[in-house]
């Protein structure tokens, strides 16, 4: 897919900026494209701490709920935490369940099945707990939208608690006896973009405050905090970028023994940890279990203070994972050969039916199809009781508002402009994509993929200080990412195809002005074999790529500059993000 590079213009006086700071002007320019203006959001940016996290008393209901707890702990009342399925939820959780744990609750968890229960509070996951004598029911992650389940419980004679961070609904709050949520009306907390685990956290904090336990215990939740706000992709701006920063310093040393074990399943260090090992490599091990068996799963791992025993329930989310992996991939392919046979490349607007694809998957062959075609995706498959799907966007499109649209297709939907999540009837699988596809207004331009460049720096000017300074930036994630550089016209000297599948082209780049570095690409050689047959001809794409460098071809490239120590002298490299001729 031919990408569209735009360069990021914002203005300020770089120079300036950098000399206040101490820092590179490069830097200070990529501070700027993030949307930063004030000295005292850069310095927060730059130098965070915990000084800057927010205090926890600022949220609404949240002294409200500890004081509950308090009263139900002491009068030896039974609670229920009720979570999630996902990260978020998992962590969540831990958090309470361990807070109530040292503070004397007799309490207990249940995390809803994905496909039998569905997301959060539901009248069947009540009723339980009043046969089980539960007096108290805490959520985390959930709960806000649930007014008719807590009317229920209420009716039962339990206690309601909620802990949330999803949007609140219209309409009247639900009737519970205390509700923590930054997004609820009148909270005077100043940051909304928490995730539930950092929710947990706070009412933590609390509630260790008032039974008298030390704060520095409650620090000790910040790592799974952390770990759920990269996990549930919140946006790393404000808080969160200084609450994952915490985190991941703390995840280094961690003495968790169920997460020292799935790191070291995954043949990592706890050192090495950071948002991409979170998201892209510990964190969908830990989803899995959600996914295809029970969350309770990661639960028990997180829990367990038996290395052997954590060892084995590592070895067994790693394994769910790599078995989600494959099934993945066996619906990626089903769906773009049904792509290709059907023509539903063409639709601006793709929707397709894979009935034998495990629900709790969907989201993600969406998502996989969506960065293949960049173009909103509907992916239906086939439940229990009827059609079930999820769907993944791109920035032009919002798409919640477009469902809304043919809601009268829906039996049920939600979600935001990015995802969502819905159920139909079979026979309206079609209709859905002859609907979405006659009422949309995407244009060819709205399908193109931009890529948006921090500066175009000639690679000559990139030194060692310059990358250390780099890292002031991090971590990356949503909300902050990873700054991207450009050069042009950078000669390809040598390159070479390595790995099991060919997916890592390494490269020695000169530039212009006679810079030479090396660079690493994680990708396709076919895409690089494609723009360079586009700007020359076949013979010289097919030399290039096959190491015969005869024919000075160069491209234009976006870039990262890293330090590479695999040698013993440590050297500059480049991690090409991207390439057009």
């Known amino acids: 897919m031919p990408e569209h590079w735009v360069i990021a213009a914002k203005k300020a006086d770089f120079n300036e900026i950098a000399e206040h700071f101490g820092i590179d002007p490069v830097v200070a320019r990529i501070m700027v494209n993030r949307g930063m203006t004030d000295p005292a959001e850069m310095e927060t940016y730059l130098h965070g701490s915990e000084e800057d996290l927010n205090d926890p008393h600022l949220l609404k209901g949240v002294e409200d709920a500890a004081r509950i707890l308090g009263e139900k702990i002491r009068q030896g009342r039974q609670i229920r935490i009720i979570g999630d399925y996902d990260i978020d939820g998992i962590m969540a959780t831990y958090i309470l369940l361990k807070a109530l744990q040292r503070v004397g609750a007799k309490a207990d968890t249940v995390i809803p099945d994905r496909i039998r229960d569905g997301y959060g509070l539901n009248e069947h996951l009540v009723t339980q707990a009043a046969a089980d004598g539960i007096d108290t029911i805490l959520t985390c992650d959930n709960g806000i939208s649930a007014a008719s389940q807590i009317r229920l419980a209420k009716e039962q004679g339990m206690t309601v608690i909620v802990t949330d961070h999803h949007e609140v609904p219209s309409g009247p709050l639900p009737p519970a006896d205390a509700i923590v949520n930054p997004k609820q009306p009148d909270c005077p907390y100043p940051f909304k973009g928490l995730c539930g685990a950092a929710v947990a956290l706070k009412l933590a904090q609390v509630l260790y405050e008032q039974e008298g336990v030390p704060a520095e215990e409650a620090d000790d939740f910040l790592a799974y905090a952390g770990f759920a706000t990269v996990g549930d992709v919140m946006d790393l701006i404000?808080?969160?970028?200084?609450?994952?920063?915490?985190?991941?310093?703390?995840?280094?040393?961690?003495?968790?023994?169920?997460?020292?074990?799935?790191?070291?399943?995954?043949?990592?260090?706890?050192?090495?940890?950071?948002?991409?090992?979170?998201?892209?490599?510990?964190?969908?091990c830990l989803n899995a279990s959600g996914r295809l068996e029970t969350a309770q799963l990661s639960l028990k791992l997180l829990l367990c203070e038996d290395p052997v025993q954590a060892a084995v329930l590592a070895q067994e989310v790693v394994e769910l994972n790599e078995s989600r992996k494959q099934m993945t991939e066996l619906a990626v392919r089903e769906a773009v050969q049904i792509i290709e046979r059907e023509g539903y490349d063409r639709d601006r607007v793709m929707v397709l039916f894979l009935p034998d694809c495990h629900e709790s998957l969907a989201g993600i062959v969406a998502g996989r199809l969506r960065e293949t075609y960049y173009r909103p995706v509907f992916v239906v498959t086939r439940g229990e009781d009827g059609c079930k799907g999820s769907a993944r966007s791109i920035a032009a499109y919002s798409m919640y508002e477009e469902m809304c649209r043919v809601s009268d297709l829906f039996t049920q939907f939600g979600g935001h402009p990015m995802a969502a999540g819905f159920s139909l009837q079979e026979e309206d699988i079609d209709r859905l994509r002859i609907r979405l596809n006659e009422l949309t207004t995407l244009t060819e331009d709205d399908l193109q993929p931009k890529v948006v460049i921090d500066v175009p720096m000639p690679i000559g000017y990139i030194r060692p200080d310059l990358i250390r300074q780099l890292k002031l930036l991090e971590p990356f994630g949503k909300g902050n990412e990873k700054p991207v550089f450009a050069d042009r016209d950078l000669e390809i000297l040598s390159l070479r195809v390595l790995g099991k599948e060919g997916r890592v082209i390494r490269m020695r780049l000169r530039s212009p002005s006679g810079t030479t570095l090396d660079a690493v690409y994680f990708g396709d050689v076919e895409n690089l074999r494609l723009s360079l047959e586009q700007k020359y001809d076949i013979l010289t794409a097919d030399d290039t790529v096959r190491g015969r460098c005869t024919h000075h071809a160069a491209l234009h490239f976006t870039y990262y500059p890293e330090i590479d120590s695999y040698y013993d002298e440590p050297r500059i490299q480049l991690k090409i993000t991207g390439f057009r001729g």
């Open 238 to 284: 404000g808080e969160n970028r200084v609450l994952v920063k915490l985190a991941l310093a703390r995840l280094h040393r961690t003495s968790n023994k169920g997460l020292r074990a799935l790191i070291l399943q995954k043949n990592l260090k706890p050192e090495e940890i950071t948002c991409y090992h979170i998201g892209f490599v510990l964190g969908p």
